[in-house]
C-alpha cells in the first residue's frame, strides 16, 4: 500500500472519531438549547463564544495551528446556533 | 451546579478530545503535503473532498446532522489546503 493510501486511512480513522464527538456535541447543544429556552436564556452568548475557542487553543501543543483551531470552532459555534434556533423556532411552531 | 455549567462542562470535554484528533489530523496532512510535493501529486483532489464527506455522513448515527457534517467538513478541508499551500510554499522558499 503506498504512503498516501496508508496517510488517508489514519485520517479517516481520526475523522471517524471527530464525526462521533461532533455528534455527541450536538446532542449536548440541544439540551442546552430546551434548558435555555425552559429557563428564557438567549442563545447567543459572546463571552461563551470566546471562552470555548481560547480554550480551545489553549490546549494545542503546536500553537502554531491557532489560526486553523480558531476556524474550526468559529464553525463548530456557527453550527451550534443554527442547532439551537432551529430546536426553538419548532418548539415555538408545535 | 446548575443544568447549563454541567452540558458546558461535558462540551468542553468533547471539544478537548476534538482539539487532540484535530492536531494530530494536521500532522497527518503535512505529511501528505511532504508526499505530493515528493511525488508531484497536486495538492487539489475534488474526488478524494467528495469521498471524506460522503464517508462521514454515512458515519452519522442521526442523518438530520448530514448537513452539519457537510459544513464542519468543508472547513476541515479547506483548512487542510491551506496547510499543504503553505507547507508547499515554505518549501520552495527555503
Given at each position: 500500500?503506498?504512503?498516501?493510501?496508508?496517510?488517508?486511512?489514519?485520517?479517516?480513522?481520526?475523522?471517524?472519531?471527530?464525526?462521533?464527538?461532533?455528534?455527541?456535541?450536538?446532542?449536548?447543544?440541544?439540551?442546552?438549547?430546551?434548558?435555555?429556552?425552559?429557563?428564557?436564556?438567549?442563545?447567543?452568548?459572546?463571552?461563551?463564544?470566546?471562552?470555548?475557542i481560547?480554550?480551545?487553543?489553549?490546549?494545542?501543543?503546536?500553537?502554531?495551528?491557532?489560526n486553523?483551531v480558531e476556524e474550526?470552532?468559529?464553525?463548530?459555534?456557527?453550527?451550534?446556533?443554527?442547532?439551537?434556533?432551529?430546536?426553538?423556532?419548532?418548539?415555538?411552531?408545535?
Amino acid at each position: 500500500m503506498n504512503g498516501l493510501k496508508i496517510l488517508r486511512d489514519e485520517i479517516d480513522k481520526l475523522d471517524q472519531d471527530m464525526v462521533e464527538i461532533f455528534e455527541k456535541r450536538i446532542e449536548k447543544v440541544l439540551k442546552i438549547a430546551e434548558y435555555k429556552a425552559e429557563n428564557n436564556e438567549p442563545i447567543l452568548n459572546e463571552n461563551r463564544e470566546k471562552e470555548v475557542i481560547l480554550k480551545n487553543i489553549s490546549r494545542l501543543k503546536n500553537k502554531e495551528y491557532s489560526n486553523y483551531v480558531e476556524e474550526l470552532f468559529n464553525t463548530i459555534l456557527s453550527i451550534s446556533k443554527k442547532i439551537q434556533d432551529k430546536q426553538l423556532n419548532t418548539d415555538t411552531d408545535s
